[in-house]
Each structure stands twice: as C-alpha cells, then as structure tokens.
C-alpha cells in the first residue's frame, strides 16, 4: 500500500502542455495576408476605373479638346451641349428601343434553351457546352465574321446564297438602313453571343427547384407542360429573371465592339458609346463633352437599372418560395 508523503503533496500537478500560440509577425498577421491578395486588384481598381472616373468627372466641367489639362472652366455647358446633341440623343433613343427588343428576346431564348437542355437525358453536358461555347468568342470576331462571311452584301455571302435559291436578289445588309437590315446583323450577333452565358444561369436555377413542387402539383391534377411552367418553374424563376434582365439592359447600353466594327463607316445605327468614342477620339477630340455625354449615360444606365430592379422587386426576395 503506497503511502503519500508531504514531498508529494506539496508538488504541483503537472501542467498541461498549452497550445501553441499563433504566430506573431507581419506574415502571420491576417492583415498582412488580406491586403497580399487583395492590394494588387484594389491598386488596379484605383488606377484603372476610379481615377478615370473622377478625371472625367473633372474633365467634363472644362473646355477639353486636344488636351487632358485644360484650364477653361466652363461649367455644365458641355452637359447642356451634350443634351441638345442631335446624334447623342437620338442615339439613346435609337438604343433605347434596341435595348427593349434585345433583352426579351435573350432573355426568352436563354430560358428556353435552358428549359431544353435540362430536360435532356444524355449528352447533356455536350449541349451545355456547345451553346456555351460562343461566350468565349471575341466580339470583334464574331462581328468581322457576321459580317465578312455570314452577311456578306456580296452574292458569296452565305445568307445571299441562301436567299438566292429562293429567287431573292442580293441584300446590302450593312449599307443601306432603308430598309434596316443591320439590325438583323447586329441582333442575331449578339444573341449567338450571349444566349449561352444566360442559359447556364437559367439551368443552374431550374437545378435548384425542388422535385416535390412538381410532384404536389402532378398530385392536385396540374399538366405537365404550360401549366407546370406557369404556375411553379417560372415564379421559381424570378430572382434569376430579375438579374438575368438587369444584366442584359445594362449590357445593350454599353454595345460597341459590334457595332464599331459592322457599321464603322456609317453614320447611321451607332450607339451612345459609339458617339462618344467619336466625340472624344474623333477628329474634334473634345474630351470635355466626351465625358459630360459619359456621364450622361452612367447617370442614365444606373436610373434605368434601379428603375426595371425596383419594378420586378429585385432584393425584396422570392416570395413564392
């Protein structure tokens, strides 16, 4: 039987070893590790689009032309030129239509080929990538092919020689706006473009709709088809939509590539951003006026988004879940 002595009891407990204490210094600091990776985008992001911004702000109160430096103040003058600008305004209603056809049409082309594709039972993954793949492709090449190839005035064009089989003479797509054949050009470009991107976004949401709407609907005597569409996967839908949509009236505001390389030498269908690339690099170079027309459309674009954003709900969440 062992006995304890007062040796023993008087020795401390052994402590338990302790954790091992973090590591001290600028490398082991979380700072130092977020500004590591965020520092280099948030240095690019300063450079590249807030300067710009504030330096055409500057800019647009001066009489700027040849010179980035000018030193006329002149107010809100180049806004008011800008407004009353024949071909800034008519662009942005010209647009503004453009806008109101382009984005149902995609965004009803993308659901639908969501719609297609995610009902397929094999090979999907080829399909989704298939239509996928023309979001990869430049603006400026798919352009200078629509246009070279494709929409050729030519009778080599592929779509004169498809409409020559039919007895129809030679269309000059890109040349004459009477009648206005561009839009055809320009519209069927952007939807090959685009309509995949939209399409994957549309699928992932169909993915997350629960199976058991369906079947509670199949229960209470709903038809597969336009009904089930109706009445559950299209309000199932409505934050993508919403989002879908806001992207879609904010990309048609900002075309150019398209447009810059089909219609560079007209002086007809040219968008906001077109004119301003002119305003402001053109032969007058009047930065000053560039920028107050940017501006304008930045004010515009953002009026336009909250606008279509506060009309479908957007943030207010889905209240059909």
């Known amino acids: 039987m062992s006995t304890t002595t007062t040796r023993d009891l008087a020795r401390p ?7 091992a204490k973090p590591r001290r210094g600028l490398r082991g600091s979380a700072t130092f590790n977020f500004w590591l990776f965020t520092g280099p985008f948030l240095i690019g992001l300063a450079i590249f689009v807030y300067t710009p911004i504030l330096w055409s702000l500057w ?17 809100f003058d180049n806004y008011t030129y800008m407004l009353t600008n024949d071909d800034f305004v008519g662009s942005l209603g010209t647009f503004t239509v453009f806008a109101a056809f382009i984005v149902p049409t995609t965004w009803a082309l993308s659901l639908g080929l969501a719609l297609l594709v995610n009902r397929l039972r094999f090979m999907r993954a080829f399909f989704r990538s298939v239509f996928f793949l023309p979001t990869a492709v430049s603006y ?7 246009k070279m190839s494709i ?7 592929l779509m004169n020689t498809v409409l020559g089989w039919f007895g129809v003479e030679n269309i000059p797509w890109l040349i004459d706006p009477n009648p206005p054949w561009y839009w055809l050009v320009i519209v069927s470009a952007r939807l090959w473009l685009q309509s995949g991107f939209y399409m994957i976004l549309f699928i992932a949401a169909l993915q997350n709709i629960p199976d058991e709407l369906y079947e509670a ?27 879908v949509i806001l992207l879609l009236l904010v990309a048609a505001y900002q075309a ?26 053109g032969e007058s170079q009047d930065y000053g006026a560039g920028s107050a027309g940017a501006l304008i459309l930045t004010v515009l674009i953002c009026a336009v988004t909250l606008l279509q954003g506060k009309l479908m709900g957007f943030g207010r969440g889905d209240e059909s879940k």
């Open 13 to 19: 407990a052994t402590a338990k070893a302790s954790p």
């Open 140 to 146: 400026v090449a798919a352009s200078l092919i629509w």
């Open 256 to 281: 150019f590539d398209e447009f810059f390389n089909l219609l560079s030498k007209t002086t007809w269908g040219r968008p906001p951003l077109m004119e301003l690339y002119y305003k402001a690099l």
């Open 217 to 243: 609907a199949s229960i209470d005597g709903a038809k597969p088809g336009w009904q089930t569409f109706w009445y559950i996967t299209l309000p199932q839908l409505r934050a993508t939509s919403t989002a």
């Open 59 to 75: 800019l647009s109160f001066f009489e700027a032309r040849f010179t980035v430096t000018p030193d006329k103040f002149v107010g």
């Open 151 to 157: 929409f050729s005035g030519v009778r080599f064009g």
